[in-house]
């Protein structure tokens, strides 16, 4: 059975630095067969898109409000992922989720994780 799950989210003040992991174990075709992306979402609003990464690593893609503070890669000899979030803002507080395909274009991804949070202080 597929698992996903976040780590690293917690409390920062703006300006700082936080990096998401994501473990994904129990994937049918293995991880590195898999794209990865993260997403985010506040109560009571949607699930906004946050960053994308091909199962290589080879190709990225970001948001318009994170590109250039965030960034995406992975490690496939470990089954994880990562989101470095550099210059951070009140506006990323949000609890983000990674999910997995193996498709890099899907919509929705078919595995997800629970979420962490990440509060992001002014």
């Known amino acids: 059975q597929a698992q996903v799950e976040e780590s690293g989210g917690g409390s920062v003040q703006a300006g700082g630095s936080l990096r998401l992991s994501c473990v994904a174990s129990?994937?049918?075709?293995?991880?590195?067969?898999?794209?990865m992306a993260w997403f985010r979402q506040i109560p009571g609003k949607e699930r906004e898109f946050v960053a994308r990464?091909?199962?290589?690593?080879?190709?990225?893609e970001y948001a318009n409000s994170v590109r250039g503070r965030f960034i995406v890669s992975r490690d496939n000899a470990k089954n994880t992922g990562y989101l470095e979030m550099n210059s951070l803002k009140p506006e990323d507080t949000a609890r983000y989720y990674c999910?997995?395909?193996?498709?890099?274009?899907?919509?929705?991804?078919?595995?997800w994780g629970q979420g962490t949070q990440v509060t992001v202080s002014s």
């Open positions: 990464i091909s199962n290589g690593g080879r190709t990225t």
């Open positions: 999910a997995v395909d193996r498709y890099y274009r899907s919509d929705p991804y078919d595995h």
């Open positions: 129990g994937l049918p075709f293995g991880f590195s067969m898999y794209a």
